[in-house]
C-alpha cells in the first residue's frame, strides 16, 4: 500500500518512525523544504511543493498513492486544503492528524488574538521583554512595535531583513523542557511570550513556566482547516492505515 504523508509535525516524525521497516506499506514522506536541514524521516521522502491542489492531485495519480495522511502542523492551512481537495479529485482516502489546541487553565493569563499583527498591537505602548516564539517567516509585524526588546528562537535563524530592531536570536528544535524554558525566560528578563496555539506537548512547556511566573501569553487562534476524516495522534493513524490495509493479524 502506497502512503503519501505530508510532514512536518512531530507526528509525521512519529508516523515515520512507527512505519519504518514496515513491508505492509510503502511511506513516503514529503517535506516543504522551508529548512535548509531538516530532521529527515527513516523512510523515504522528498522535497518541495506540488503546485497547488492539481499539482497534488497528478502527484497521486502519478505515483499510484493509495492513501494520503495530511499530517502538517496546526498553521499549515493551505497544504491542508490541498490535501482535502485533491483527495476528493482523485478518490484517493486522506486522513488528517489533528492535534488538539492548547486551552487556558485557572492561573493562565492569556489574550487570544486573530493573528501576528493583532499579537504585536497586543504587546502595548510600554516597552516590554518580548519571547517570540512563532517561527522566523513571519516576524515582519513585530518590526512595527520597536519599542520592545525580543528574544527570538526558531529552527534556523530567520533573515535580518525581518527582524526588530532590538532582537536576540537563538536558533534551536523543540521538544523543551520545563527547567530550561524558565532558565531562558529569566535569563533575558522575559515578561511576555507570543507564541502560535500549537498544541501538544513538544513546546508546551513555555507556556507552563509563564504561568507559573504570571507572565502574559499572547497566543494566536488557529487558521481554519477544512473538515476531513480525522484523528490526533500518530499511533491512531497507523491504527486507520492497518485498517486500510486490512493486512493479515501479526504482520
Ligand atoms: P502552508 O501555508 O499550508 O503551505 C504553503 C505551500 O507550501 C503549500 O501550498 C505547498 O506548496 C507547500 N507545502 C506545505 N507543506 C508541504 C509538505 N508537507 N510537502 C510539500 N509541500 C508542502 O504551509 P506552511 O505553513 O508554509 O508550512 C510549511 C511546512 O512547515 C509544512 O509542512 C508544515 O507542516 C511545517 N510547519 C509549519 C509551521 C507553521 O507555523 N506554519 C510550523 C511548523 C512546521 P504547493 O502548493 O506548491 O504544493
Same mark, same amino acid.
Given at each position: 500500500m502506497r502512503a503519501l504523508i505530508l510532514g512536518g509535525s512531530t507526528e509525521a516524525a512519529q508516523l515515520a518512525r512507527l512505519l519504518a521497516g514496515q513491508d505492509w506499506i510503502a511511506p513516503t514522506v514529503s517535506l516543504a523544504g522551508r529548512t535548509s536541514a531538516p530532521a529527515l524521516p527513516p523512510i523515504p521522502h522528498r522535497i518541495g511543493g506540488f503546485g497547488g491542489a492539481q499539482g497534488l492531485a497528478e502527484h497521486l495519480q502519478r505515483t499510484a498513492t493509495d492513501v494520503l495522511i495530511d499530517a502538517t502542523h496546526p498553521y499549515a492551512a493551505r497544504m491542508s486544503a490541498n490535501a482535502v481537495a485533491a $483527495?476528493?479529485?482523485?478518490?484517493?482516502?486522506?486522513?488528517a492528524i489533528r492535534r488538539p489546541a492548547w486551552a487556558p487553565v485557572a492561573g493562565d493569563r492569556w489574550t487570544q488574538v486573530a493573528d501576528l499583527a493583532a499579537a504585536a498591537r497586543a504587546l502595548g505602548e510600554q516597552p516590554c521583554g518580548v519571547f517570540l516564539t512563532i517561527g522566523r517567516q513571519e516576524l515582519a509585524p513585530f518590526? $512595527? $512595535?520597536? %519599542?520592545? =526588546?525580543y528574544l527570538i528562537r526558531s529552527v534556523e535563524a530567520p533573515e535580518e531583513a525581518d527582524l526588530p530592531p532590538s532582537a536576540t536570536v537563538i536558533t534551536a528544535r523543540g521538544p523543551f523542557d520545563l527547567a530550561s524554558e524558565r532558565a531562558l525566560l529569566a535569563a533575558h528578563a522575559i515578561?511576555?511570550?507570543v507564541t502560535k496555539n500549537a498544541g501538544g506537548q513538544a513546546t508546551r512547556a513555555k507556556i507552563d513556566v509563564a =504561568?507559573?511566573?504570571?507572565?502574559?501569553?499572547?497566543i494566536t487562534e488557529r487558521p481554519r482547516k477544512p473538515d476531513?476524516?480525522?484523528?490526533?495522534? *500518530? *499511533? %491512531?493513524a497507523w491504527d486507520w492505515l492497518r485498517a486500510h490495509h486490512a493486512a493479515p493479524r501479526g504482520a
Open positions: $483527495a476528493r479529485a482523485t478518490g484517493v482516502p486522506l486522513l518590526r $512595527a $512595535a520597536p %519599542q520592545h =526588546r515578561d511576555v511570550l =504561568r507559573g511566573l504570571g507572565l502574559r501569553v499572547i476531513a476524516e480525522s484523528v490526533q495522534t *500518530a *499511533a %491512531q
